[in-house]
């Protein structure tokens, strides 16, 4: 009866169910936990946190898991030693975070748009930034910059919000564009500087610095390095011997050199030389009217340059999917540039690759794409003269309508299926990108698509996906479109929300490279003057300067630092490509070749 009664009670008592808490993950020593309420990620553990690649869709787990708005504090504990690439990029309500002296290197892009962070403290010890790792931090006011490190990697503090900078005596290279646009900074000093190099406009666009005084140690004074820094009025440079590229300061900036003699000697720098070679400007001295009769010219020259009227590309008709033609006698107001001209033809013909190329300019309900019908026609040429593809293996499509780009993928499959796994592919579309405003996945927008009828598009993912079945030995994407809903020639598609939109990137499946025009919420703008897509003329340009003898990763890396440069050249925005490579393929696809 009392075991009865006993087995009763037991039955009765509330039942405690008690389950062990999950571990999370972000290196192999390395965990996460984030409070909701507080909005507060803590990092724990020893060794190095992961590296993440948002455009390999390797992202963060707080990133994946859409949380990442929702975290304003982040503590990093001690043990912890370094912070991976991507890691908390697009966190853009992040305000602290606590870095411990035990981090000694920083990943790129780490802290990439994280819009609200205001203030960050370095660690004492840290060796190591890596490039754009608080790029666009808009709201960042102050950074100290540890003396342990050597160098200021590219990009790594551009488009802050920096009043004062002091670069430690350890520095001996500021990279290209590591300042460029902090609108607001006006102090920039080097105490006991052993500083060699100051990269292409390392401190462009920084329009509230009004002097600066560069150290005697320095060599190197890169291109458009204080260009645009509208209210640079004096700069002191401390080394007569110093190598000053083109463009370095703002016309008119009084640039004034340490000589042997007492006398302080005044320079008017060649702020507007149109020669690419570095110059070697020896101190001469200049009288006040000399300075302002050059003053009253060069605005003459601006004022009579603004007064020509712009080129307009000639109207085409549409073209059906056809081989390339032989290139046509240019009528007289055809504009031609310089990778129009002086094709490399090869004397070797590659059977084996299939090439479709579309260039959409033409479109029946939205904004037409400038020079887009020209970039594929060149390309064309160069596929079948420079890369020597059979011209009965290319599929040249100017304003393809969704069928037509279903029936080039198609052609493609066919051919690959022909060649038995021995044929290689490149897919290469110039035109309109958008993104699906609830999904923010990418599409291509065929030239009889609505930009707010996603069912008229064509999904990335699915021409990946159809790619990527394909039996073919590589894959090669070139694609000179923005997916953010922005028009190659700035502003935004009729049919868009009227903001940029941060697309998901598609994955690279297979054996694919994809190389895109664009990132995120950019626009892939138009070169203008050279009649093309600023990443197709850099693309024809790589092409004919090595003959088509360019490994992918050589080919990567140039578009990436040559349309980056240009774009602040010509728009003062940013634009840069990306290249996505599948997993396959690690890190061999830097050494794949198109021919």
Known sequence: MKKRLLILLLALLPVVVITAKKTLWCGKNVTYEFDKVTGTLTISGSGPMKDYSYYNGKTAPWLKNKYQNDIKVIIIKEGVTSIGDDAFRYCEKLESITIPQSV?????????????????????????????????????????????????KGSTFSNCNLISVVIPSNITTIEDFAFSRNKNLVSVTFPNSHLTTIGDYAFHYCIALKSITIPSSIMSIGRKAFNDCKSLKSVNILNNQVSIKEEAFPFMTIVRRNVESAEEKVLIAK????????????????????????????????????????????????????????????????????????????????????????????????????????????????????????????????????????????????????????????????????????????????????????????????????????????????????????????????????????????EAKGKMVIFTAAQGDETAYPFKSQRHGMFTYYLLKKLQETKGLVTLGELGDYLKREVKRESFDENSKMQTPTVNASPALQTSWRTMKLK
């Open 271 to 506: 702020a507007h030389s149109n020669s690419s070679e570095e110059k070697r400007h020896e101190p001469v001295i200049q009288k006040k009217e000399d300075i302002l009769v050059q003053q009253a010219a060069a605005t003459q020259q601006k004022t009579h340059l603004k007064s020509q009227p712009d080129v307009q590309p000639i109207p085409q008709k549409k073209l059906t999917p056809q081989p390339i033609a032989t290139p046509q006698v240019a009528q007289p107001k055809t504009v031609v540039t310089n990778v129009d001209l002086n094709i490399f033809v090869s004397n070797k013909v590659d059977r084996n690759t299939f090439a479709v190329i579309i260039g959409n300019e033409k479109y029946d309900d939205e904004a037409d794409v400038p020079f887009a019908e020209n970039d594929a026609k060149i390309f064309g040429e160069y596929c079948q003269k420079t890369l020597g593809i059979s011209e009965k293996h290319i599929r040249l499509i100017t304003n393809a309508g969704f069928n037509d780009i279903r029936k080039a993928v198609s052609w493609l499959k066919q051919g690959m299926e022909a060649y038995g796994g021995e044929g290689r592919v490149i897919f290469y579309y110039a035109g309109h990108g958008i993104p699906d405003e609830k999904t923010q996945n990418a599409y291509l927008l065929p030239s009889d698509g609505i930009g707010n009828d996603i069912e008229s598009a064509y999904s990335l993912n699915k021409l990946y996906q159809a790619l990527s079945e394909l039996p073919a030995q590589s894959v090669t994407v070139f694609l000179d479109a923005c997916f953010s809903g922005a028009k190659r020639e700035g502003g935004m598609l009729a049919s868009a929300r009227g903001v940029a939109i941060k697309a998901k990137p598609a």
């Open 104 to 152: 000694t290197s920083i990943g790129s892009l780490a802290f990439l748009e994280c819009r609200s962070l205001k203030s960050v403290v370095l660690p004492d010890k840290i060796t190591n930034i890596e490039g754009s790792a608080f790029e666009r931090c808009y709201e960042l006011t102050e950074i100290n910059i540890p003396s342990s490190l050597t160098t200021i």
